[in-house]
């Protein structure tokens, strides 16, 4: 058990001033891992101070001072990517390949916003004018507990780039992953006060940096209901948001896909990340002459799935975040028996096996309707419902048809019509016979999956406010 007493102002590690002791457990053991002393409402005020006071400096940075301060602070990332990759594993459950690959991918991230910034002007001309990009300020990020390190790190890259000082309050289940990359960013030695990290409740610490005065800019990941009240105490003072928030993405299996290869990636759309992710998969959308065919190959990929210790290799699904997670997964499953959802494999409790531990059954439902409970809301865990289509503007309409518009996914055999049934999907990415990722890419999402993008020149200016110089 490690206890984790410090929060991060000013480039030095102290105490903090808030007392309440938070216990964290191992999601695969339900042994206590981490003991976290939780900042509050004076610790959050001196992070905000401590990046209002470095602004003053850091703006006015050189771009080939911020494009060595993104080398630094991915170099020391990549130092310690091993021992993130541990307590990746021991504090949220992701397994061993999934945790080694989302870390060495946030280190990356700093890379790619060195690449852009090297090419990126800060004054255009824009008609008779010259427009200046300038730095918003201070900027506040926020981050969920499913993708810590990712989350934190693409929004600091595109804050460094664009000469803006931070204040971190990273969900506090991640304090273990927090700690560690504390500790790598002040090994990249930037001046003080342009990274600050304040562990803490987001009820305590989140009304005081989305209402501060001299907090400009807001970046959060997590839910919609959280990101709307956000935005409600931002509006005050009129800063600027950028919400990345929840998904019920729907996957369409057209009629032409070649289901040899459009199955197995619907199965990793949603099971991937032990099913926790807001991009996942979790509506597969289905021809009605095609189910019975796709019902099968699905049991066997599914039938396959290992669940087990994040440790072992073979593993693909490891246990649930928390406690509260594998509950809240539990209710969802229920709802879908009760609602007269067909239960093609899965189901409520453990696998055998596994008496122990925040561990699901990778559950997949049958005729799901789109008015069931599993079909519309976010279920953040390893569970699919399958729909069926007769007509190709029946499934689009059926994909719209949710309050989220994060992602969505079509696969098909003919290039060009799947691109034209993506160009009318009401969703931030669509993913086209693929799970590829590309960093470059705007992300964000349609509706109530959020406002605004994080990613390459998009994340970048969110960080940026235009000015126009007219002489």
Same mark, same amino acid.
């Given at each position: 058990?490690?206890?984790?007493?410090?929060?991060?102002?000013?480039?030095?590690?102290?105490?903090?001033?808030?007392?309440?002791?938070?216990?964290?457990?191992?999601?695969?053991?339900?042994?206590?891992?981490?003991?976290?002393?939780?900042?509050?409402?004076?610790?959050?005020?001196?992070?905000?101070?401590?990046?209002?006071?470095?602004?003053?400096?850091?703006?006015?940075?050189?771009?080939?001072?911020?494009?060595?301060?993104?080398?630094?602070?991915?170099?020391?990332?990549?130092?310690?990517?091993?021992?993130?990759?541990?307590?990746?594993?021991?504090?949220?459950?992701?397994?061993?390949?999934?945790?080694?690959?989302?870390?060495?991918?946030?280190?990356?991230?700093?890379?790619?916003?060195?690449?852009?910034?090297?090419?990126?002007?800060?004054?255009?001309?824009?008609?008779?004018?010259?427009?200046?990009?300038?730095?918003?300020?201070?900027?506040?990020?926020?981050?969920?507990?499913?993708?810590?390190?990712?989350?934190?790190?693409?929004?600091?890259?595109?804050?460094?780039?664009?000469?803006?000082?931070?204040?971190?309050?990273?969900?506090?289940?991640?304090?273990?992953?927090?700690?560690?990359?504390?500790?790598?960013?002040?090994? /990249?030695? *930037?001046?003080?006060? &342009?990274?600050?990290? +304040? =562990?803490?409740?987001? %009820?305590?610490? @989140?009304?005081?940096?989305?209402?501060?005065?001299?907090?400009?800019?807001?970046?959060?990941?997590?839910?919609?209901?959280?990101?709307?009240?956000?935005?409600?105490?931002?509006?005050?003072?009129?800063?600027?948001?950028?919400?990345?928030?929840?998904?019920?993405?729907?996957?369409?299996?057209?009629?032409? /896909?070649? *289901?040899?290869?459009? &199955?197995?990636?619907? +199965? =990793?759309?949603?099971? %991937?990340?032990? @099913?926790?992710?807001?991009?996942?998969?979790?509506?597969?959308?289905?021809?009605?002459?095609?189910?019975?065919?796709?019902?099968?190959?699905?049991?066997?990929?599914?039938?396959?799935?290992?669940?087990?210790?994040?440790?072992?290799?073979?593993?693909?699904?490891?246990?649930?975040?928390?406690?509260?997670?594998?509950?809240?997964?539990?209710?969802?499953?229920?709802?879908?028996?009760?609602?007269?959802?067909?239960?093609?494999?899965?189901?409520?409790?453990?696998?055998?096996?596994?008496?122990?531990?925040?561990?699901?059954?990778?559950?997949?439902?049958?005729?799901?309707?789109?008015?069931?409970?599993?079909?519309?809301?976010?279920?953040?865990?390893?569970?699919?419902?399958?729909?069926?289509?007769?007509?190709?503007?029946?499934?689009?309409?059926?994909?719209?048809?949710?309050?989220?518009?994060?992602?969505?996914?079509?696969?098909?055999?003919?290039?060009?019509?799947?691109?034209?049934?993506?160009?009318?999907?009401?969703?931030?990415?669509?993913?086209?016979?693929?799970?590829?990722?590309?960093?470059?890419?705007?992300?964000?999402?349609?509706?109530?999956?959020?406002?605004?993008?994080?990613?390459?020149?998009?994340?970048?200016?969110?960080?940026?406010?235009?000015?126009?110089?007219?002489?």
């Amino acid at each position: 058990m490690k206890t984790i007493n410090q929060v991060y102002i000013n480039g030095q590690f102290t105490t903090p001033h808030g007392e309440e002791v938070l216990e964290l457990l191992n999601p695969a053991t339900h042994q206590l891992l981490h003991q976290v002393i939780l900042g509050d409402e004076q610790d959050v005020l001196a992070a905000i101070a401590s990046a209002k006071q470095a602004f003053n400096s850091f703006s006015r940075t050189t771009k080939a001072q911020r494009m060595q301060y993104l080398q630094q602070l991915h170099d020391a990332i990549i130092k310690r990517v091993n021992d993130l990759q541990e307590v990746t594993i021991d504090e949220y459950g992701a397994t061993r390949q999934r945790a080694l690959w989302s870390n060495r991918l946030a280190a990356e991230t700093f890379l790619l916003f060195k690449s852009l910034l090297a090419d990126y002007s800060f004054e255009k001309q824009v008609g008779g004018s010259t427009v200046v990009m300038e730095p918003l300020g201070v900027e506040a990020i926020l981050t969920a507990w499913n993708s810590n390190s990712g989350s934190i790190c693409v929004k600091l890259a595109a804050a460094i780039a664009a000469g803006c000082t931070v204040v971190i309050k990273p969900s506090e289940f991640s304090a273990g992953q927090t700690q560690v990359l504390a500790e790598c960013f002040h090994a /990249a030695g *930037l001046p003080a006060g &342009v990274i600050n990290i +304040v =562990n803490g409740r987001g %009820n305590v610490l @989140g009304p005081v940096l989305s209402s501060h005065p001299d907090v400009a800019l807001i970046s959060f990941t997590g839910s919609t209901q959280v990101g709307k009240q956000i935005a409600r105490n931002a509006i005050d003072t009129m800063k600027r948001v950028t919400l990345e928030l929840s998904g019920k993405s729907p996957n369409i299996l057209l009629d032409d /896909a070649d *289901l040899a290869t459009a &199955v197995p990636l619907a +199965v =990793n759309a949603v099971f %991937n990340n032990n @099913g926790q992710a807001c991009i996942a998969g979790s509506r597969l959308l289905v021809p009605e002459h095609l189910l019975p065919t796709v019902k099968e190959m699905i049991l066997t990929i599914v039938g396959k799935l290992k669940v087990g210790d994040p440790r072992i290799d073979s593993t693909d699904i490891g246990p649930l975040a928390s406690v509260q997670q594998y509950e809240r997964i539990q209710q969802y499953i229920r709802s879908g028996i009760e609602s007269g959802a067909e239960l093609l494999i899965g189901g409520p409790g453990r696998p055998d096996g596994l008496s122990a531990g925040n561990y699901v059954r990778p559950t997949v439902f049958a005729n799901v309707t789109p008015d069931m409970k599993i079909a519309q809301e976010e279920i953040f865990g390893p569970v699919l419902s399958i729909l069926t289509y007769r007509t190709e503007a029946e499934a689009i309409a059926m994909a719209n048809d949710t309050i989220y518009g994060l992602l969505a996914y079509v696969s098909s055999s003919n290039e060009a019509r799947a691109l034209e049934v993506a160009r009318q999907l009401k969703a931030g990415r669509v993913l086209i016979n693929t799970l590829k990722h590309d960093p470059l890419a705007p992300f964000g999402g349609y509706k109530q999956s959020g406002i605004g993008r994080e990613g390459g020149i998009y994340g970048l200016e969110a960080c940026l406010e235009p000015k126009a110089l007219i002489r």
